[in-house]
Every structure is written in structure tokens, then in C-alpha cells.
């Protein structure tokens, strides 16, 4: 039953081992992609606290004026007196004329044939531009596109290695395998004995095959579990049939509330500034609060808040302002949210490890940088096995020959 194991561990570890290894490798990369970011570019984040800010107003009023066909669509607003303002804009797109006719008199025939088929890189995966500002003068600092980054094609190559719907499938398939490797791993690592077990849990400098026996087998050990559930949670986002299953297994639907509509009589829009007060009236302890713009004049303004203690860095409440009165139209709190919906939550923040705070990044940081090697350790263990196989057969043919001139 060991060789069976084995051959299975071996051989499933031999499909899928350099998708494993480029997973692995880009997830150590992201664990810590904030704290990086600050590291390397404090003055984007950080500001020389004043004595008053600038109206928000102001300050997309400004970055608008000195960045002509810009639409800035939402402003993120920290409580720490030390981050910068961050508005989230977009280009406006000029329309060919021609092109436009001919969308117009496709769509009046009924032609429904996608244009372009745009890949999961397009959907929701923070390609957005940001501006990040001073709050105190309402300077422009920096300009920021996440698309254009090496922390996006890190993502990219985690999520869908750089090959859209086939590269996430693949990625799917091979993060499946690595939880059966992961388990089979266990089995055959299991002792059966006290001393094998004080054997497996300690990792000795002896030689180089040994070094490399123990990186595999009881670092192995050690970060099976967060590999395992760093991958487990991973197939949420390559399959759709898991993420619904979420949703099966708790008797729940993926339905979130639909938004209301803003009651006022179309006026005077609401200035950010309006609404930012009127959020700190809901919600008054929060580390950010995140104002989104209306999409159209019917629609209302939604403020992302996460509070200064939350559950994890999901765990976001959404409030809803009309966007003519700045009245308050209702929220969408984290509590409310069924146990599907925060089981999902939950995926991301076990993901990254940061449910664990930094300790948890710490160890998902780790253990990832320890999956780079698990491919490389176990084909040596595989060689090293196969030579000494080798060897005994010569070994025996060797002392077989000898008999027999004996004879």
C-alpha cells in the first residue's frame, strides 16, 4: 500500500508540479503586496498631517481640471490623518462615429454575437486607475494603474497564468491535484512507530540527502494544513460549480439586496462631502470609508465602510445615500449577510492567511515559499530512490554472478 501511495503522490506531483510551483511562488509574492507597496512607494500612501483638509469636492474638482476626459467614479477616504485621499477614476473613451452606427444598426437587427470576448484579467480584477492625493492641500502625489504593475502580473499568473479561461482552468485542475498530493503526502508520511514519529517531526543536518529528505517530509508536515486550506479556498475562484456549492451546502442563495433608488426630486447633486458626513453619522468608527458615485441620475451614492475592528478585512458594511438630499436610503451590513454569503467572505481572508492577522501572513508567506520547493525535494527523493534501486540490483547481480562462478 506505501508504493501505491507513493506512486500516486509521485505521479499526480509530476502533472501538476510547476503550476504548483508558479502558484506557490506568486501567492508568497501577494501575501505581503500592501505592506511592499508602502515600503517601496511611502510618499503615494503616507502625508504630513495639516491642520485642515481640503473639501473632497475640491480635490476632484482639480484632479478633473489638470487631467482632462478623466471621470473620477469614487474616493476613498481613510480616518488615519497620516494616508493620503485615493480616487478611483476612469478615461473617457472617445467614440468613433462610424463604429458607433454600426453597433447601432447591429443591435436594431438583433445581432447579439460577442465582439470580444474579454477573459477573467477583465472582470473585477482591480485593473482601475487611481489618483492619490493630499488631503491637506488637494496636490496631486501620484498617478496609479494596478494593470500596469509587476504585483497585477504576479496575480495574474496566480489566478490564470497569463492565459485567460484556459490558463484558470488549468490552474483549477492542478490546485485539485495538489490537495489529493497534499493528503496522499500525509498518508505516507504517517508513522508507525514513537521513534518514526520523533523521526518525522524533527528536521536533522546530516548530509544533503537528508537535509533534502527532511525539507520534504517534515517541512511537509508542518504546512500541510495551511497548504491545504490555502488551496481548498483557491477553488472558489477557478471553479463556479464550487463557489455555487457554498451556497448548496448551507441552504442559502448568492442573493444580495438590490440598492434602492434615490426619492428626491432631481436637483443639485449631493457633494462628497455631504455624503462623507452623513456615512460618520452611521457608521462614526471606521479605518476607511469608500464613497462610490452614482451611475446614473436615478442611482445612488454607496458608501464601503469596514470598522476598526473587524471580523476580517472583508467583513465590510455598504450604506446607501440619496444622491440629491444625502439622506440615508439603507444599508447592506456584514451581519445581515446569510451563512453562505459569509462562509464565502471568509475564503479570501484564509486565502492570504490574513484571518490570522500578521502571524497568519506570516505562516501563508512560509508555507508558500516552502511549496516552491516541494516539487524540486521530491523529484531528488524520487532519483535518490530509483539510484539506490539501482544500486541494490547491481548489488545483487554482483554477488549472483559471484555464486555462480563459484559453482
Known amino acids: 500500500m506505501k508504493n501505491f501511495w507513493r506512486n500516486i503522490h509521485l505521479y499526480l506531483a509530476l502533472a501538476a508540479g510547476i503550476v504548483i510551483m508558479i502558484s506557490c511562488f506568486t501567492g508568497a509574492t501577494l501575501v505581503f503586496e500592501k505592506e511592499w507597496q508602502q515600503l517601496i512607494y511611502p510618499e ?22 489638470s487631467h482632462k476626459g478623466t471621470a473620477v467614479t469614487g474616493i476613498k477616504v481613510y480616518t488615519d490623518p497620516a494616508r493620503s485621499l485615493e480616487l478611483n477614476y476612469s478615461e473617457e473613451k472617445k467614440h468613433d462615429k462610424k463604429e458607433e452606427k454600426k453597433h447601432e444598426n447591429k443591435h436594431r437587427e438583433g445581432g447579439k454575437k460577442e465582439e470580444g470576448r474579454k477573459g477573467e484579467a477583465g ?64 498518508i505516507l508520511w504517517w508513522p508507525k512507530t514513537r521513534a518514526k514519529l520523533r523521526q518525522h517531526l524533527t528536521l536533522k543536518w546530516a548530509g544533503w540527502k537528508r537535509i533534502n529528505h527532511d ?17 481548498f479556498t483557491g477553488l472558489a475562484w477557478s471553479f463556479e460549480w464550487f463557489n455555487n456549492g457554498i451556497y448548496w451546502i448551507t441552504g442559502t442563495e448568492n442573493k444580495r439586496p438590490e440598492p434602492p433608488l434615490s426619492v428626491a426630486a432631481p436637483g443639485t447633486p449631493a457633494t462628497y462631502d455631504q455624503i462623507l458626513a452623513a456615512a460618520k453619522l452611521q457608521a462614526p468608527a471606521a479605518a476607511y470609508y469608500t464613497i462610490n458615485k452614482p451611475k446614473d441620475s436615478a442611482a445612488v451614492y454607496t458608501v464601503t465602510v469596514l470598522s476598526l475592528n473587524p471580523v476580517h478585512e472583508k467583513a465590510s458594511d455598504q450604506y446607501f445615500f440619496d444622491q440629491y438630499s444625502a439622506l440615508p436610503l439603507g444599508s447592506a451590513l456584514y451581519n445581515d449577510r446569510n451563512l453562505g454569503q459569509r462562509v464565502r467572505g471568509i475564503f479570501y481572508p484564509i486565502h492570504v492567511g490574513s484571518i490570522g492577522g ?9 508555507s508558500c515559499i516552502a511549496g516552491v520547493t516541494f516539487p524540486i525535494t521530491g523529484v531528488i527523493l524520487w532519483i535518490n530512490r530509483l539510484n539506490k534501486k539501482k544500486k541494490k540490483a547491481k548489488k545483487k547481480a554482483g554477488a549472483l554472478a559471484k555464486e555462480v562462478l563459484a559453482v
Open 123 to 186: 472582470k473585477g480584477a482591480g485593473g482601475g486607475s487611481q489618483a492619490f492625493v493630499n488631503p491637506y492641500t488637494g496636490e496631486l502625489i501620484s498617478l496609479y494603474t494596478y494593470r500596469n504593475t509587476f504585483f497585477f502580473t504576479m496575480f495574474s499568473l496566480h489566478r490564470w497564468l497569463l492565459a485567460g479561461d484556459a490558463g484558470k482552468l488549468i490552474v483549477g485542475i492542478s490546485t485539485s491535484i495538489f490537495l489529493f498530493i497534499i493528503i496522499t503526502g500525509i
Open 215 to 231: 525539507l520534504h517530509i517534515v517541512i511537509g508536515f508542518y504546512t500541510s494544513i495551511f497548504l491545504f486550506s490555502f488551496a
Open 358 to 366: 500578521l502571524p497568519g501572513r506570516i505562516i501563508a508567506f512560509v
Open 44 to 65: 503615494r500612501y503616507t502625508v504630513t498631517p495639516g491642520e485642515k483638509r481640503v473639501s473632497l469636492d475640491e480635490a476632484v474638482v482639480a484632479f478633473q481640471r
